[in-house]
């Protein structure tokens, strides 16, 4: 049984400095090689998977960059269109309040025409008015002066009428003392006339 093992043992040995000198062997043989040729591994599953998602990232950014500037020409699309819709909104907001404030002021300017139109008249009116009413009072009084005026003609042409009737009197009382004198005269003269025919 002894001798059994250490025939195993020396095997194993055996194989065991063969297989170290052939691999010194192949080492020195390689290192010749290495220094001219370098020998790439061939790809592993996950040197091929690596690549594999690195492309499908790469796919995926570009798509991502390409909607961004599709996005970004879209935003800049609709600003423009925004801005025009309302630019052309507000110019037209803008024409109608014009519109509507050029008939505002002709309103206003004509009811202002009226109010002065209707100013005048009520002030021509309230002047007739006072005109009419300063007639009124001119020919009350006028009428007020008339009725003593009429008592004080009256008076005068009953005086002058008086004055008239004393002046025929007293011509008439003339003529009679005339009439008297002369009588007495042509008696003195008829009383002289006799005295002288005696």
Sequence with gaps: MAEEEDDDMSEMTGTDEGTESGTEGEDSEGGSSKTAEVRIPPPTELHNSALFMAKYLDQKLDKLFAATEKINVDI??????????????????????????????????????????????????????????????????????ETPGGTDSEA????????????????????????TEGESTEGEETEGEEEEVA
């Design 156 to 179: 005068s042409a009953g005086t002058g009428e008086g004055t008239e009737s004393e002046a025929g009197t007293e011509s008439e009382a003339g003529t009679e003392s005339e009439a």
């Design 76 to 145: 800049v699309e609709m600003e423009k269109r925004i801005m025009a819709d309302i630019s052309t909104k507000m110019q037209a907001n803008h024409e109608a309040l014009t519109v509507r404030i050029t008939a505002l002021e002709n309103l206003t300017l004509e009811h202002g025409v009226k109010l002065q139109q209707q100013e005048s008249k009520g002030a021509q009116q309230a002047h007739q008015l006072d005109d009419l009413q300063n007639q009124e009072g001119q020919e009350g009084a006028v009428k007020g002066t």
